[in-house]
C-alpha cells in the first residue's frame, strides 16, 4: 500500500512540474510579428488576462516601439499603442498592477499586469502620449 501511495505521489508532483515547465516556456516563445523586433522592455511576470488570474512567470510583458505582446500558456494578445486607450496603475494586495483598457475588437477589452517595474514601463508609456490614470 504505501509502495503505491509514493508511486502517486511521485506521478502527480511529477505531472504538475511538467505543467509549470510547459506553461513557463509557452509564455517564452515569440511570435511572428516580434521575429526582428527590438524589445524597448520585456519581464516574466503575473497578470490578469481574459479569464486567467496568473502568477509570475507565467505571462511574458513585452514593450516593442509601435505595440506591447502579452503572452500566457499558448495566447499572445498584441495591442498596438495607438489601440490603448488608457491605462491605470493601481495597488494590489502585494504589487501594483498596470491595466491596459484598449480597442481592439477580437480580444478582451482590458487586462492587467502585475509588473516589478512598474515605474519604468509607465515612463516608456509616457513617451507614447498613452493616457495614464
Same mark, same amino acid.
Given at each position: 500500500?504505501?509502495?503505491?501511495?509514493?508511486?502517486?505521489?511521485?506521478?502527480? !508532483?511529477?505531472?504538475?512540474?511538467?505543467?509549470?515547465?510547459?506553461?513557463?516556456?509557452?509564455?517564452?516563445?515569440?511570435?511572428?510579428?516580434?521575429?526582428?523586433?527590438?524589445?524597448?522592455?520585456?519581464?516574466?511576470?503575473?497578470?490578469?488576462?481574459?479569464?486567467?488570474?496568473?502568477?509570475?512567470?507565467?505571462?511574458?510583458?513585452?514593450?516593442?516601439?509601435?505595440?506591447?505582446? !502579452?503572452?500566457?500558456?499558448?495566447?499572445?494578445?498584441? !495591442?498596438?499603442?495607438?489601440?490603448?486607450?488608457?491605462?491605470?496603475?493601481?495597488?494590489?494586495?502585494?504589487?501594483?498592477?498596470?491595466?491596459?483598457?484598449?480597442?481592439?475588437?477580437?480580444?478582451?477589452?482590458?487586462?492587467?499586469?502585475?509588473?516589478?517595474?512598474?515605474?519604468?514601463?509607465?515612463?516608456?508609456?509616457?513617451?507614447?502620449?498613452?493616457?495614464?490614470?
Amino acid at each position: 500500500m504505501n509502495i503505491i501511495f509514493a508511486i502517486y505521489s511521485i506521478l502527480i !508532483v511529477s505531472s504538475v512540474l511538467v505543467g509549470f515547465y510547459y506553461a513557463f516556456k509557452q509564455s517564452k516563445k515569440i511570435s511572428d510579428i516580434e521575429k526582428g523586433e527590438i524589445a524597448i522592455f520585456e519581464e516574466q511576470c503575473g497578470g490578469w488576462i481574459d479569464n486567467y488570474r496568473l502568477t509570475m512567470p507565467f505571462v511574458r510583458h513585452t514593450l516593442y516601439e509601435d505595440f506591447l505582446i !502579452v503572452t500566457y500558456i499558448k495566447t499572445s494578445h498584441i !495591442v498596438y499603442f495607438d489601440d490603448i486607450a488608457k491605462i491605470k496603475i493601481k495597488n494590489y494586495f502585494i504589487s501594483k498592477g498596470i491595466t491596459y483598457y484598449h480597442d481592439k475588437n477580437n480580444t478582451y477589452k482590458q487586462f492587467t499586469i502585475f509588473s516589478k517595474s512598474t515605474k519604468k514601463v509607465i515612463d516608456i508609456l509616457k513617451e507614447k502620449n498613452i493616457i495614464i490614470e
